[in-house]
């Protein structure tokens, strides 16, 4: 049995004070009280807070490696252990839009991955972010391998959610209503993203069963006065959404209106690619060659492609930057994400019987170290 305590803890929804967390040999929770008998031994962190472990629902790579240039166990092995020393315990590797061969390729991975660890080794599940989206909504991504769905290519996807969660983000004008339903009955996490929907088409994709939006504000149809389009329609339903706030792909008044019009509904995400955790300064995306400038992953245009952000990063930028309070900021890189995930039964909150993913974090630095 372990104890632990610090200055704050927090539990999932608020922070605590004057409390202290009992973990057991089976890495979980078995108490949280206030007083101990004296002859126990509690470790006490420091003046920061300890809270459930950070939730990552994009990561493309970090740590030198890309999921989309390395599609294997060694590559998922390096992001979990670069993640870790930023706070993230759990996270869904992102591919990014490349051959369906990739994709297969990419379940078959996480299929073997989880045949060995289940969610216990820091990935819990699978984001594909194409191939199935807008040409003029791609991004960063490569416009050659984006292609329409098929029913055969969709019943492949499909085929592997018994293993694992499963995250896609599509361009909902690309799938007939009948194609959409048929992912979201079988418990695809279906996104909208890179998507030049209409208002109209997107909310009835959603009402359809779409359970969240990637990386809001970014590649989506704008909000104009005839025409809501994407942001819109995420604004106007009770979906949830994910954020980058690396202070470049988002401004801080539109972070700051998303969270009091979709309180609760917000999660970070850090979009990160290779050379974070690391000091490359250049590295290839998908074929595209980028550099690392002023803190930006950009090509020769200047296309924003990912992000250099941690999530430990992403909490202070939010509280420094977007006046987000403290409590806020890390439910939206805990619990939420996992509620997206449909895992927030057994891990984002300091509760007895949930997962003893814990982490400290430093609320001078923002520095964080897993509790172990």
Same mark, same amino acid.
């Given at each position: ?5 610090? *200055? ?8 605590? !004070? ?7 040999? $089976? ?9 101990? +008998? ?43 252990? !670069?993640?870790? *020393? ?12 490349? +051959? ?5 390729? /990419? ?8 045949? *060995?660890? @289940?969610?216990?080794? @820091? ?7 194409? +191939? ?64 030049? /929907? ?14 969240? /939006? ?13 025409? +809501?389009?994407?942001?819109? /329609? ?22 700051? =209106? ?9 999660? =970070? ?14 590295? *290839? ?9 002023? @803190? ?7 296309? =924003?492609?990912?992000?250099?952000? !941690?999530? $430990?990063?992403?909490?202070? $930028? ?19 994400? =996992? ?34």
């Amino acid at each position: 049995m372990r104890a632990y305590t610090s *200055k704050y803890i927090f539990d999932g929804e608020q922070l605590l !004070t004057g409390k202290i967390i009992f973990v057991d040999d $089976n890495n979980k929770i078995v108490d949280i009280v206030n007083n101990v +008998p004296a002859n126990i031994q509690i470790e006490y962190l420091g003046d920061g807070v300890i809270s459930p472990g950070f939730i990552d629902l994009q990561l493309n790579g970090c740590g030198g490696v890309l999921f989309n240039d390395s599609i294997t166990e060694a590559t998922l092995d390096i992001m979990y252990q !670069t993640w870790q *020393k930023y706070g993230t315990t759990g996270f869904l590797p992102t591919l990014i839009t490349s +051959p369906f061969s990739d994709v297969i390729k /990419a379940l078959e991975v996480c299929k073997s991955w989880f045949n *060995k660890y @289940g969610n216990t080794r @820091g990935v819990l599940g699978l984001h594909l972010e194409g +191939p199935f989206l807008s040409l003029q909504k791609s991004g960063i991504h490569s416009k050659e391998y984006i292609i329409k769905p098929n029913n055969d290519m969709l019943q492949q996807i499909v085929s592997y959610n018994n293993y694992f969660p499963i995250k896609m983000t599509i361009a909902v004008e690309e799938f007939t209503s009948s194609q959409i339903k048929y992912l979201v009955d079988n418990g695809i996490i279906i996104s909208i993203g890179h998507s030049n /929907a209409s208002y109209n088409v997107a909310i009835e994709s959603i009402n359809l069963g779409i359970k969240t /939006a990637t990386h809001m504000f970014n590649a989506m149809s704008g909000l104009t006065g005839r025409n +809501p389009g994407v942001i819109g /329609a995420v604004l106007n339903s009770e979906i949830y959404t994910g954020l980058i706030v690396d202070m470049l792909h988002v401004d801080v008044g539109n972070v700051e =209106l998303l969270n009091k019009v979709k309180n609760n509904q917000v999660y =970070l995400v850090t979009d990160a690619v290779t050379p974070v955790g690391t000091s490359m300064l250049d590295f *290839k995306l998908a074929g595209k060659q980028l550099y690392v400038k002023d @803190g930006k992953c950009v090509d020769i245009d200047g296309v =924003l492609g990912g992000a250099y952000l !941690t999530m $430990n990063d992403g909490i202070k $930028n939010i509280v420094k930057y977007c006046h987000i309070d403290l409590a806020t900021a890390i439910k939206m890189a805990t619990l939420i994400p =996992l509620q997206v995930l449909g895992l927030d039964h057994e891990m984002g909150r300091i509760k007895v019987n949930y997962r003893a993913d814990l982490v400290y974090m430093d609320l001078d630095t923002y520095q964080v170290k897993i509790i172990k």
